[in-house]
């Protein structure tokens, strides 16, 4: 049932904003389901609520990718797509949704072992895309991801049951302290910032631009930074993130001359798909929120082998 009272991960609703404890785990089975991770590596996660792998990929095949975005971002076809968002006030693409359905060579990438067992790992079972995109924040005018957990929208927009996803950040630049990296809060995914605000119909047009709904409060978002502090991910490219779908998370804007780009993939539990968005929300589209098909991913070495 999509109650209030059945949800344990209420948010915007007319009540006040609210710091709710995780009652999720955040690795499941014990991380036992693959063996990608060394221990320590998985206790990190499970502590931190992300983890760094420093050049998983080759410069060959990080060049490869950024050639593939690069050609994608210029694309007619693609960019006349409402999967291809813009920058607010430009027409400079922001993001390419979709990614690993409109380009082959993101499609593998999405089964990539280097990958997939990873998401398979924390998530304790197979898994599925809930949503790829491909990120761009060009130099001097890439503008800010503004703080957020994506879970608390994708629970309230799209019907995500529980925490039992991840995302997957490719870094197809170099990440410096200068070019807007991603930001996380250490310890945030044990947390639940319940946020303040009814969401508008057709949220997801302006909040791919500009998020203004699902944003923490300064203060939620000051104890969990009193807790934890920030952690800027600079990084080479051919380095990956993973991360909690709760960690509170943003980026700054770049005035930089350095363009940032990376591949960005949700990998979510094949036991925890989408339900009816909260509140009589319509559901928002494919290409943000898969819904048509929950078949699990098969990773690329059994593909090749079968």
């Not at 807007?180 to 909040?207: A, E």
């Not at 203060?219 to 051919?238: D, F, H, N």
């Amino acid at each position: 049932m999509n109650t209030l009272a059945n949800d344990l991960y209420v948010s915007r609703t007319d009540r006040t904003s609210a710091i709710i404890a995780r009652r999720d785990p955040v690795v499941y089975e014990e991380g036992r389901y693959a063996d990608a991770l060394t221990g320590e590596q998985v206790q990190s996660y499970e502590r931190d609520g992300f983890l760094m792998l420093e050049n998983v990929f080759g410069p060959d095949e990080v060049q490869a990718l950024l050639d593939e975005v690069k050609r994608m971002s210029a694309d007619p076809s693609i960019t006349g797509l409402e999967e291809a968002i813009t920058e607010p006030g430009s027409e400079a693409v922001r993001s390419i949704f979709r990614v690993h359905e409109l380009s082959d060579k993101l499609a593998r990438l999405a089964r990539d072992p280097r990958l997939i067992h990873i998401a398979r790992q924390i998530l304790g079972s197979e898994v599925y895309m809930h949503q790829s995109r491909a990120n761009m924040k060009p130099g001097f005018k890439g503008k800010e991801f503004y703080w957020h957990s994506d879970f608390e929208t994708w629970h309230v927009e799209d019907g995500m049951p529980g925490m039992r996803a991840l995302s997957c950040s490719v870094l197809l630049t170099d990440n410096n302290e200068c070019n807007g990296p991603l930001m996380l809060v250490p310890g945030s995914h044990r947390q639940f910032i319940s946020c303040q605000g009814k969401t508008p119909d057709d949220h997801y047009k302006s909040s791919l631009k500009q998020q203004e709904y699902g944003v923490p409060d300064p203060l939620s978002l000051q104890l969990l930074v009193e807790q934890g502090g920030i952690r800027a991910m600079t990084a080479t490219a051919g380095s990956v993130i993973f991360f909690d779908c709760n960690t509170m998370h943003g980026s700054n804007g770049n005035i930089s001359p350095w363009p940032r780009a990376n591949v960005f993939m949700v990998y979510n539990s094949v036991d925890n798909t989408l339900e009816p968005p909260k509140y009589q929300l319509k559901p928002r589209p494919e290409h943000i929120a898969a819904r048509r098909s929950f078949e699990p991913l098969v990773p690329l070495e059994a593909a090749v082998a079968g």
